[in-house]
């Protein structure tokens, strides 16, 4: 009888750390920072050949620190993820079940600034550690050049996914995406401010850094947004030796290196003339309890393929208040 490979069988090596599938498409019930997922990463991978073990395990402040001269952004990344409870999609007895976990047991920080880390993984977590048999390997490179908590936890996502033999994507209900994005509650709450502000963004930079081209589409029930479709596809030979020279470079300027190497995304030929500031805030005064963000989608949808507006903000307030009369709140 064959046995599942587990997890914890899997080495890292020079390039690349293991992170157990359950640790990558959790739902932050307190959020994380992009500094306090890189960390936490670090500290799985030290721990890893007694990852399953009830042992201490310790690391050099300095392995933690990064660029930065100061541990005080590593003592408050501890804090946070000592004090985060994540939920775990997991098996129990044959029937899917949500485990609540801490991420982080208690640990010692010697005064030092050159000094060590002492720290637990959690019982519980150990034991979905253990018998965990699906994992994401990420590359190390990739992970300090993401910018973003959204693109990090992306990376992951596809990264876990990137290797099934019959699959190139994956279907999610809105909510569960954005709880494993870890969106904060309130925050980014309609369909066109979340794939601005953090879908768009996260999509082209992995895109543009992994070994995958990767798509994200809405799907509606009705007018609205209830589920999105996650599509990824591993690069040609040629597009993962331009991530090798992308990796090499600073980041300033990545984004407009990543554009010019792919043709422009659907979202940005849509995207046009950037509205100005005070359109915003005028379209607020006029038009309360709409989403001003949702409705500029909207224009941009009808507007395409007609004639480019002389005036894009007044067309958008105009395009607004018919809007506003035929969908009244």
Do not use: C
Not at 5 to 12: I, L, S
């Amino acid at each position: 009888m064959s046995t599942s490979y587990r997890t914890v069988d899997a080495r890292p090596n020079a390039q690349t750390l293991v992170k157990p599938g359950e640790l990558v498409d959790l739902v932050e019930v307190t959020p994380l920072t992009l500094a306090d997922r890189r960390i936490y990463n670090q500290l799985l991978e030290n721990a890893w050949d007694a990852i399953e073990k009830p042992v201490t395990h310790v690391i050099a402040k300095s392995d933690l620190r990064g660029s930065h001269n100061s541990n005080d952004r590593v003592g408050a990344s501890i804090e946070r993820l000592m004090a985060s409870i994540v939920k775990i999609q997991i098996m129990r007895d044959g029937e899917p079940a949500i485990e609540r976990v801490q991420l982080l047991g208690g640990n010692v920080e010697t005064a030092r600034r050159d000094g060590l880390l002492e720290y637990e993984i959690p019982q519980r977590l150990r034991r979905v550690i253990k018998d965990s048999t699906v994992f994401a390997r990420l590359q190390r490179e990739v992970m300090f050049a993401l910018s973003s908590k959204y693109a990090l936890t992306l990376y992951e996502m596809v990264q876990k996914r990137g290797n099934l033999r019959w699959r190139s994507s994956e279907k999610f209900s809105l909510e569960d995406m954005r709880g494993v994005l870890g969106v904060p509650k309130g925050k980014l709450t309609s369909w066109s401010n979340l794939k601005l502000r953090a879908i768009d963004p996260a999509v082209e930079e992995v895109s543009a850094l992994s070994d995958f081209l990767v798509e994200i589409e809405p799907i509606k029930t009705g007018r609205r947004v209830t589920h999105v479709e996650l599509r990824w596809w591993r690069k040609d030979a040629k597009g993962e030796a331009a991530v090798e020279r992308e990796l090499q470079f600073a980041s300033v300027g990545r984004k407009e290196r990543a554009q010019a190497a792919k043709p422009r995304p659907s979202w940005l030929e849509a995207k046009g003339a950037a509205l100005r500031s005070e359109t915003y805030e005028t379209a607020k005064l006029r038009f309360p309890g709409y989403d001003i963000y949702f409705v500029e989608g909207e224009w941009r949808a009808w507007a395409g393929g007609k004639p480019a507006a002389r005036d894009p903000d007044k067309a958008y307030l105009a395009f607004f208040k018919t809007f506003a009369e035929n969908n009244p709140i």
